[in-house]
């Protein structure tokens, strides 16, 4: 049964807590002299996983920015790479505790030929795991208080050497008598000093890397059973967030297209089973140039004065910014051909959530976004239909996360069922939904996108 909207008891105004599967991310860090096979342990690690949401951060990343005089030592190889002053862990510290919290964080990236950091940055968001390896990954307090389990890797001195000749030679563009003499003047005096000591705060010593299978196995095994308990808790927050949006009546920010003639009579062919796929695809962007148009009139606007071709003065309006749109993948691809009969040069991104089919949980797997999206005045989120509500939360989120203000996102969907919305809304009471029907439950077949996409 469908309901025109606003309706019901209490309406929802106070911001429901919600945690994306993301928040309160597990970090792994992993210790061990240079070249003892750290990077390697951390990849065999991820490839056991073999999950999308698992991320390797190495600490090579954070070496500070040399001044002239110690780039004219680093080049004589003459420059301590290998004590913790090198490395700048405030920069690290605020990347890990951005991570930890769920938020997009921009890495440096540090070039070895140049001795420099480079003017591009890396970004992280999002992962269930990451893995931070390094010779100093269990040196500062800061950090240890943001791990969740700490490793060592050992490994015997004489294949360090041989695997620190072999990388700096070949991937480092150094030469093998600098690289000696780096590490019998600071590498070899330093891992005493200062590596050796982070073996007493491991939970775990891995000897051989790569070779222990054991040890990689038993580490795999801990973050799976991490991740298990983070979706049954993910899984639990959006039921709970259902049972307390079931008596609250849609927000006034839930626009439903007037249920005129004409929006009637396209619905009654849409809806109909035996409309030809030419013909639903034809109405279907008709109303959805409806929507993306009704949407719009949620921009802000300010006056503006123009010429005409008869010239005479006509004020007119003009948007205060710029409007974008992200598509949800895949079902919101079916409403750009309407976005573009509206915005024919609109910019737009994209991100694909898919639903786990075993535990039922929305899962972010992409997404490509504009660069200077935080700066758009208005950004439409475009999904075909609405179910439990589940991949919207994530993709608000996301948004969000990228620095989009709340009351700058407009959700624009052909139907979306009411717990959904009631979800939606009691975690982000800032942002509007246009849609043209709201129906009871979840609506979860998504029938709208197998009839416009063809499969």
């Not at 010779?135 to 950090?143: E, K, S």
Request: glycine share 6%; proline share 4%; net charge positive.
């Amino acid at each position: 049964m469908e309901i025109p909207g606003r309706s019901r008891r209490n309406s929802i105004t106070a911001r429901a807590h919600y945690n994306p599967p993301w928040a309160n991310t597990s970090i792994i860090g992993i210790a061990g002299s240079s070249g003892s096979g750290k990077t390697s342990l951390a990849l065999a690690i991820i490839q056991k996983l073999n999950l999308p949401w698992v991320v390797l951060l190495s600490m090579d990343s954070y070496y500070k920015p040399l001044t002239p005089g110690q780039s004219t030592s680093a080049f004589k190889n003459e420059f301590d790479f290998d004590a913790p002053e090198a490395i700048d862990f405030d920069v690290l510290v605020e990347n890990l505790q951005d991570i930890k919290q769920g938020k997009k964080t921009d890495v440096p990236i540090y070039s070895f030929e140049k001795h420099a950091r480079v003017k591009e940055t890396s970004t992280v968001y999002s992962p269930h795991v990451l893995i931070l390896e390094g010779i100093f990954a269990l040196h500062d307090p800061r950090v240890l208080c943001l791990l969740d389990l700490m490793i060592f890797a050992e490994a015997d001195a004489d294949l360090c050497l041989s695997r620190r000749l072999v990388r700096d030679t070949r991937d480092r563009g150094r030469d093998i008598e600098g690289c000696i003499k780096q590490w019998f003047t600071f590498v070899k005096p330093n891992f005493h000093k200062y590596v050796q000591p982070q073996r007493e705060v491991a939970d775990i010593i891995v000897p051989r890397g790569i070779e222990n299978k054991v040890a990689i196995d038993m580490v795999s095994e801990s973050i799976q059973k991490t991740l298990e308990t983070k979706s049954k808790m993910h899984q639990r927050e959006l039921k709970r967030l259902g049972k307390e949006a079931e008596n609250c009546s849609l927000s006034a920010n839930v626009i439903v297209l007037e249920q005129k003639a004409q929006i009637v009579g396209i619905n009654s062919l849409l809806l109909t089973p035996t409309t030809s796929r030419e013909n639903f695809i034809f109405y279907f962007d008709r109303l959805v140039a409806l929507l993306i148009e009704r949407a719009t009139a949620c921009a802000d606007y300010i006056p503006h004065q123009i010429t005409t071709p008869l010239n005479a003065l006509y004020m007119g309006l003009r948007t205060t910014g710029e409007i974008s749109a992200v598509v949800i993948l895949r079902g919101g691809s079916a409403l750009e051909t309407g976005l573009k009969r509206v915005i024919p040069d609109c910019k737009t991104g994209r991100i694909l959530i898919q639903t786990n089919n075993r535990t039922g949980e929305p899962e972010l797997h992409y997404r490509k976004l504009p660069s200077d999206i935080a700066k758009h005045d208005m950004v439409m989120l475009l999904d075909a239909q609405m179910s439990s509500g589940g991949a919207a939360l994530m993709a608000v989120k996301v948004l969000v996360d990228h620095g989009v203000k709340e009351d700058r996102i407009v959700f624009v969907s052909y139907m979306a069922g009411r717990a959904g919305l009631g979800r939606l809304v009691s975690v982000f009471p800032g942002i509007k939904v246009v849609v043209c029907r709201v129906v009871e439950g979840d609506a979860d077949r998504r029938w709208i996108e197998e009839k416009y996409l063809g499969c």
